[in-house]
């Protein structure tokens, strides 16, 4: 495992958004959904791709509050704009766990 300066991480702004809308990513290589974000008043609605068809349904994932890496550039997906990367954990089987939190938070709200 490589090891990094605090500055590095620091350097991460990691945050909680609220997805507001869930859509089909046909384009994409990998089955994959479009979703909106809601980072709040400071950062507003930010959009990502996310390849968690396995294990979420679109309906679940609405007001889902998740932890996304929101000062990446953007990057293009296929014919899509990904504004932020949401983050989550890779099970045996391949399929991705979102990175939630336990309680409700204000969107937008900085991992400390």
């Not at 000062?71 to 997906?77: L, M, S, T």
């Amino acid at each position: 495992m490589k090891t990094i300066e605090w500055s590095d991480f620091q350097n991460v702004d990691i945050r909680v958004g609220t997805i507001v809308a869930v859509e089909e990513f046909p384009q994409a290589r990998r089955p994959a959904y479009k979703l909106q974000l809601d980072f709040g008043e400071e950062l507003g609605l930010k959009k990502s791709s996310a390849q968690i068809t396995t294990l979420y349904s679109k309906a679940e994932l609405i007001g889902k509050q998740v932890l996304a890496v929101v000062n990446f550039p953007p990057k293009q997906i296929g014919p899509f704009m990904s504004e932020c990367l949401v983050t989550g954990l890779y099970r045996p089987d391949g399929s991705v766990v979102l990175s939630t939190v336990d309680k409700p938070m204000p969107n937008g709200a900085r991992l400390a």
